[in-house]
């Protein structure tokens, strides 16, 4: 779907629980040291804002009175696969039961957590969710969104109650959303019946999910920057029917990207070839026109020739490193895909730890213990290593969300004509970093990446200010929010 039009013109939306949407004045000049462009790291550049977008850019001149002063500027970075409603139980299913713990075992906790949320606790959570994300630099998220019915499994009088408190959230956090409403209808390949903890996700047809679909998009209007999306959840929820008329709805209706989850768990691979004698990539490959509107989430494991094969089609490959590890679903092998040309993003997942920086490293970490090699994902031709995984996640993530202008994808990154998503980062901590590591921008992307610093001070969305010296405006009223929800969820 193209972008909700201008902020300007639409109400402000409001949640069921009040809140209203986070409006800080817009900012307008702006100057930094040091800013990262499309084009490299430039000094002493003044953007200009305007309705939410960069409107100009210069590099090498003087600050003008009244431009607001930062020492580095950078883009801020997508998060693109969040399901918000897991950050509620993030820490709590780390001990083992009798027996061996798994994937499996976590998604039966999980189930059982997700099926006791009231919309009100889903808002709070997601709200809490979507501040730490801020707060770590992220300014776009793609809400994964299944959570859909009533707790017994009935439906909301609307089809949409659910998503629009995810969309409450978002307005009263400022962050950017990509709503990406989940199909999902079957519990395992070959169509077999979805299970009671599965109750609130399950659509009867595609038919019933349209009008999800619609509903979402009434839920979206006044969100400014809003994007839809469509997500069949898997190979495993989905048959090839539904997912083809996903596919038109997707082209028809939306014009957003397609998410699906597709090679997690090698069970989930085995189970596949045993349905069709094919792995799941191949499969999707074979029987979906993939392409650049498509983001596959942890294409975990994949054989070379489907690594090839999805690197040129132009999708997008989801990795979520702290949940795929917390999960045990394996190492994703970056380095073959990267050298194909695959494009790839970031995403939190489960929540269990919202932090950008901490995604990216853990990234390169993986392909350090499986390579016994350093530096992994750094440039062939030699380079940093932080700024090849910024770099990276930001050209993926901003493809596999889409926030498209007039049906064009809007320009990615520090760019005239993208959105002010913007991240600053500490003056006084940037200091400490030069003084070891001199003045070189990369310098402090590695520091951020790879030494846990919290560098991040200011984070702009769509031009208007959501942190400021690493806090969120509203960081205390949404923890509160949060900590009733999970007290209350904590007492059923
Ligand atoms: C999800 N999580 O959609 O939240 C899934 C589990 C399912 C991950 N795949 C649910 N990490 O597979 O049904
Ligand atoms: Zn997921």
Redo the contacts with the bound molecule.
């Keep these: 779907m193209q972008e909700t039009a201008d902020a300007m013109t639409m109400p402000i939306l409001t949640s069921a629980s009040g809140a209203a949407a986070l409006s800080p004045a817009p900012t307008s000049n702006l100057h930094a040291a040091r800013a990262l462009l499309p084009q490299g790291w430039r000094r002493d550049v003044r953007l200009l804002l305007q309705d939410g977008r960069i409107a100009s850019i210069e590099a090498g001149v003087a600050a003008q009175p009244g431009d607001e002063r930062h020492a580095l500027l950078l883009p801020g970075l997508p998060n693109l696969h969040s399901?918000a409603h897991?950050r509620g139980m993030a820490g709590l299913a780390e001990r083992r039961g009798a027996g061996e713990d798994s994937?499996w075992s976590w998604?039966d906790a999980?189930?059982r957590f997700a099926l006791a949320m009231t919309p009100t606790q889903l808002e709070a959570i997601a709200a809490q969710a979507y501040v730490e994300m801020l707060e770590a630099g992220f300014t776009r998220v793609g809400e994964?969104h299944?959570l859909h019915h009533d707790i017994d499994g009935s439906r909301y009088a609307n089809p949409a109650e659910m998503a629009a408190r995810v969309a409450a959230a978002a307005s009263a956090t400022g962050i950017a959303l990509t709503l990406l409403p989940?199909y999902?209808a079957h519990g395992g390949f070959g169509g077999t019946p979805t299970g009671p903890a599965?109750r609130r996700?399950v659509h009867r047809d595609v038919a019933d999910y349209a009008r999800l679909l619609d509903a979402s998009r009434a839920a979206l209007a006044g969100l400014p920057g809003a994007v839809l999306g469509v997500a069949p959840?898997?190979l495993?929820?989905v048959d090839p029917q539904a997912l083809a008329a996903l596919v038109e709805l997707g082209a028809g209706s939306a014009d957003g990207p397609l998410h699906i989850?597709i090679a997690?768990?090698t069970r989930e691979v085995d189970d596949c070839i045993a349905w069709c004698g094919a792995p799941p990539v191949q499969w999707l490959l074979d029987h979906a026109p993939v392409d650049a509107r498509w983001c596959l989430?942890?294409a975990t494991h994949m054989q070379p020739q489907e690594a090839r094969r999805v690197a040129a089609s132009g999708a997008v490959v989801g990795l979520?490193p702290i949940?795929?590890a917390n999960?045990g679903?394996g190492i994703f092998d970056a380095p073959s895909y990267v050298d194909a040309g695959g494009a790839w993003g970031i995403g939190s997942?489960?929540n269990v730890q919202i932090a950008a920086a901490d995604e990216l490293r853990l990234l390169e970490y993986s392909q350090r213990l499986a390579q016994r090699a350093r530096n992994v994902l750094a440039p062939a031709q030699g380079g940093s290593s932080g700024r090849a995984l910024f770099d990276a996640a930001l050209r993926g993530g901003h493809a596999a969300l889409q926030a498209q202008q007039s049906k064009q994808a809007a320009p990615c990154g520090l760019a005239v004509g993208a959105a002010a998503d913007m991240v600053s980062f500490d003056a006084a901590l940037l200091e400490r970093i030069a003084a070891a590591a001199g003045d070189d921008g990369d310098a402090v992307l590695d520091a951020w990446i790879y030494t846990g610093v919290r560098l991040v001070d200011s984070v702009w969305v769509g031009g208007r200010r959501c942190v400021e010296g690493g806090r969120h405006l509203r960081r205390d009223a949404v923890a509160h929010d949060f900590e009733a929800a999970l007290r209350t969820l904590g007492a059923r």
Aim: include cysteine; glycine fraction near 0%; proline fraction near 0%.
């Design positions: 399901h897991q994937f998604r999980m189930y994964f299944y989940v999902y599965q996700f959840h898997s495993r929820a989850h997690e768990q989430v942890h979520c949940t795929e999960l679903d997942d489960s």
